[in-house]
């Protein structure tokens, strides 16, 4: 299984030997959707001193690791791309993995960015120097430092391994959806599959047997077990095949694939209205929700009540799927609603004694999003970690990208930049504007360096978090992956879309500390 990294040293005293290193303007740490982005613009901007670099061996981020069958998007395709970059041949309305992976690689194509790239690189250590106003990169590929430094890692790239007594035991295949062990034979197999979230319902319905090489998946397993912790609501999936004459029309007719996406967006904004302001909005949601359950599961009272949330549509991510809950209803199926006691060597003790024998483990437990190992390896002006900083008070961020103590450092969807409804490459572009509108400050300017103040931060985040208040994620009567240590939910933005795209198109160098070039390192000044 894999291993969260291991914490980084920061014995070193700081008038050890330095390593040589190179110097970029810019660096950005990953290659996904969100790294990506802020590659192409700083090359659209005429910024050629920066450098990607990407722990992967290609662009891809999550779309590159998460390999499983059945995997795909939940945001319809005509949205789920860069708005410069539309793709007419997207095979379905909702698009499979390796579409979305080969659409990333042939953008990378495009814009030439592989000289822009060091792959099969992991950041070990990226510290501020404050006397030479600058970061300090270690890597297993060399050392950098860079004038600014961009994290694009996303929220879903390390994969969330439960603490299950003895799993370390069990002489079978185990592994993460995110890291598929495509070598593990599971046909005919005993597989136990743990969770119940977005990875899950695509995998178990494409593993489970009967049609399941025509759900993208491969020859079906003997047994499924479903360990569920919490029933997830799931609507209907309405995915179909696009035409070959609608892919020709999308090519050939100008404006009509632009025209289509945007009636997508706006569709799916409108899903805000009962998400941040009005969850009562939901309860007709909610109803086609429980009727996707009778429609699937039409003869088992039992299953149906155990697959029936017991908290408000919306309060945790809707799901979409058809197949899910057909899947639960067949005889080589079991859904397990008792929690895990322990592992052994070729079982799974229940808490209720039960001892079920399985082959094969196939967890689906999500990822660490509010307390990512990368957090730990980020260390700002005062020398403490990143996640030392939100352990204290929970994930802030000024506009979802700027940290205070962590200088001339943004992030590409930071926190609160999450969404429940729509696409992240929407997201994520509104970051990449406010990078680019950051950097053409520092030049304008003459900027050496730009800290958010933390009055700017705090405010920013004390009017954020009155407002989701308000929102289904609060009053929903749940507990999610979106809430933090501190019970705050430090992952989505609890508004429209919109509003986010026009709060972060230029950079609000008023909100900032900032230090002009040729300045001593203790002169700060407040730019209005």
Request: with cysteine.
């Amino acid at each position: 299984m894999t291993q969260a990294p291991a914490r980084p040293d920061r014995s070193t005293p700081r008038d050890a030997a330095e390593p040589q290193r190179r110097h970029l303007g810019v660096l950005v740490i990953g290659s996904g959707f969100a790294g990506l982005g802020a590659a192409i613009r700083l090359r659209q901007d005429g910024r050629e001193d920066f450098l990607v670099i990407e722990r992967g061996s290609e662009v891809g981020g999550t779309w590159r690791d998460n390999t499983y069958p059945g995997a795909a998007c939940d945001v319809p395709s005509h949205l789920y791309s860069f708005s410069f970059e539309l793709n007419p041949a997207w095979s379905r309305s909702f698009s499979p993995q390796p579409e979305i992976q080969d659409y990333l690689r042939s953008v990378a194509a495009k814009y030439d960015l592989a000289d822009k790239h060091l792959f099969d690189t992991e950041v070990t250590l990226a510290r501020w120097d404050g006397a030479q106003r600058r970061w300090l990169v270690d890597t297993t590929n060399g050392a950098f430092s860079a004038d600014v430094l961009v994290g694009a890692v996303g929220a879903l790239a390390e994969p969330n391994l439960p603490p299950i007594k003895g799993i370390e035991t069990f002489q079978g295949k185990v592994f993460h959806t995110a890291r598929w062990n495509h070598d593990a034979e599971l046909a005919g197999k005993r597989v136990a599959l743990i969770g119940t979230g977005a990875s899950a319902i695509q995998v178990g319905p494409a593993i489970a047997g009967r049609d399941s090489t025509a759900r993208g998946g491969a020859p079906g397993v003997a047994h499924l077990d479903v360990y569920q912790r919490t029933a997830p609501w799931v609507m209907p999936r309405h995915d179909r095949a696009y035409s070959r004459l609608e892919k020709l029309a999308y090519r050939r007719v100008p404006g009509l694939q632009r025209l289509a996406r945007e009636a997508i967006y706006w569709g799916r904004e409108s899903f805000m209205l009962g998400f941040g302001y009005r969850p009562q909005i939901l309860q007709l949601a909610q109803r086609v929700a429980e009727r996707n359950i009778a429609k699937g599961i039409p003869d088992d009272a039992e299953l149906r009540a155990a697959v029936t949330p017991d908290w408000q549509i919306g309060c945790k991510r809707i799901l979409i799927s058809n197949t899910w809950y057909p899947m639960l209803a067949q005889d080589n199926v079991e859904l397990v609603t008792d929690g895990i006691a322990e592992i052994r060597e070729n079982a799974i003790v229940g808490t209720d004694g039960t001892v079920r024998e399985v082959d094969a483990i196939v967890v689906a437990t999500g990822f660490h999003v509010t307390d990512s190992p990368t957090f730990e390896r980020i260390v700002g002006a005062d020398g403490r970690t990143l996640a030392q900083v939100w352990a204290e008070h929970g994930q802030q961020a000024f506009r979802g990208a700027a940290v205070h103590g962590f200088p001339n450092m943004l992030f590409v969807v930071g926190p609160n930049t999450g969404l429940g409804h729509s696409s992240m490459v929407y997201m994520i572009e509104s970051h990449v504007n406010y990078l680019s509108s950051a950097l053409e400050a520092m030049q304008h300017r003459e900027l050496a360096t730009f800290d958010v103040r933390a009055d700017a931060q705090r405010e920013y985040n004390a009017a954020l978090q009155r407002h989701m208040k308000q929102t289904i994620w609060t009053t929903g009567g749940c507990a999610s992956w979106y809430l933090d240590a501190h019970g705050n939910n430090t992952t989505l933005w609890p508004a429209f879309t919109f509003l986010f795209r026009r709060r972060t198109r230029r950079f609000d160098v008023a909100a900032y500390d900032t230090t002009p070039r040729g300045a001593g390192r203790d002169v700060r000044t407040v730019s209005a």
